[in-house]
């Protein structure tokens, strides 16, 4: 099949450069096909949500700003989309926090989490952890359940995007703090993390690092007191308010 040249006048431009990244993720053996189907199931989400970071999406960023900030051993998980999407955007992440990041996958494989790691670091990534099945995370059953003793074992806060809520809820169990970047407030995901930005990672993700980056200088007071007006159970039903809303006004209105 040909390449496909992408105009920049195309009105659906942003998505469907998106989608060639995806597209050459699984060329690369990087996603599987079942993400794919994950994509173009969070596409139709945003475009639901307008393909735009709202107020909510925002205030809950900096509410994981502020967590990160406080956080002392800070991790962020890795899966094949989430690679092909915003891999450099994630090391600048990584850098910003100098937190490791943490291949985890759901189809997992060591050919895979390597191909992975060896495309985060051809894009620059200076520590990539891989997961060992000496170390697991309890309650889960799929192979999300294998996690580096250096990096997800040992953290306290996790950054996961795309991510499946059995181990999102299993985390959260021991203890740890999950920062979750879903398109979906109903998923499990969502409703079990401790701060979950609903947005699409191609924008949350450079947003995050942006917060992160100009909190470093917060007093802790002040990133304490962020924190503790952020509620993600009012922040979720914003977010379902929002696309009831959007949602209605398409329905009546010729122009939107």
């Known amino acids: 099949m040909e390449d496909v040249t992408i105009p920049r006048t195309h009105p659906r431009y942003e998505s469907l450069v998106t989608r060639e990244k995806i597209v050459e993720g699984f060329k690369k053996g990087i996603v599987v096909p079942h993400g794919l189907i994950a994509h173009g199931r969070g596409e139709a989400l945003d475009y639901i949500l307008g393909e735009k970071t709202t107020e909510y999406a925002r205030e809950a960023a900096e509410a994981a700003a502020a967590l990160l900030m406080l956080s002392k051993k800070p991790v962020i998980a890795v899966n094949g989309n989430t690679a092909a999407l915003v891999g450099r955007e994630l ?18 494989s060591r050919e895979r989490e390597e191909k992975i790691r060896d495309y985060l670091t051809s894009l620059g990534a200076s520590k990539v952890l891989l997961s ?18 250096a990096g997800i074992k040992t953290a306290d806060t996790v950054v996961v995007a795309i991510e499946d809520g059995d181990r999102t809820e299993e985390l959260v169990k021991e203890g740890k703090n999950v920062i979750a970047i879903d398109l979906n407030p109903l998923s ?14 191609i924008r949350a993700i450079p947003l995050l690092t942006k917060l992160c980056q100009s909190y470093r200088e917060k007093p802790r007071e002040e990133l304490l007191d962020i924190l503790k007006r952020f509620d ?8 379902l308010a929002a696309i009831c809303q959007r949602l209605e006004r398409l329905a009546y209105l010729d122009k939107v």
Do not use: C, M, Q
Request: aromatic share 4%; charged share 25%; net charge positive.
């Open 91 to 108: 090391i600048t992440l990584s850098a910003t926090l100098n937190a490791p990041l943490e291949v985890n996958l759901f189809h997992r």
């Open 132 to 149: 060992s099945e000496e170390h697991v995370i309890e309650g889960i059953s799929s192979a999300r359940r294998f996690v580096s003793g």
């Open 188 to 201: 499990r995901t969502a409703e079990k993390a401790t701060i979950t930005i609903v947005d699409n990672v």
């Open 232 to 239: 993600n159970r009012e922040n979720l039903r914003r977010a």
